[in-house]
C-alpha cells in the first residue's frame, strides 16, 4: 500500500467510478437513433436501454454514447 493509498481506496477502486446521474430532461428528450423510440435508463450499468432495437448505448463521463456501433447488443 502507497502512501497515498488507503483502504477506503482500494475499495472504490475495486467498484469503479460512482455512477454519474443523468438530468431527467434530457433522459426525456433522448431517443434511440435507429428507432426513434424512448429508452430506459440503468443506473447500474450507466446505459442507455432501446428495448425495441436491443442496444445499450454507453454513458461516458456523464456524456451518452448514441452511436449504434458502440452499443452493446442486448441478449433477451
Known amino acids: 500500500m502507497t502512501d497515498e493509498e488507503t483502504p477506503s481506496s482500494r475499495t472504490a477502486a475495486r467498484r469503479g467510478p460512482e455512477p454519474v446521474r ?3 430532461r434530457l433522459l426525456e428528450i433522448l431517443v434511440c437513433p435507429l428507432t426513434k423510440n424512448s429508452l430506459d435508463y440503468d443506473s447500474a450499468r450507466q446505459e442507455l436501454v ?14 451518452p454514447i ?11
Open 22 to 24: 443523468i438530468d431527467r
Open 50 to 63: 432501446s428495448r425495441s432495437a436491443r442496444l445499450a448505448y454507453p454513458i461516458r463521463d456523464g456524456i
Open 66 to 76: 448514441m452511436l449504434p456501433d458502440e452499443a452493446r447488443a442486448l441478449d433477451y
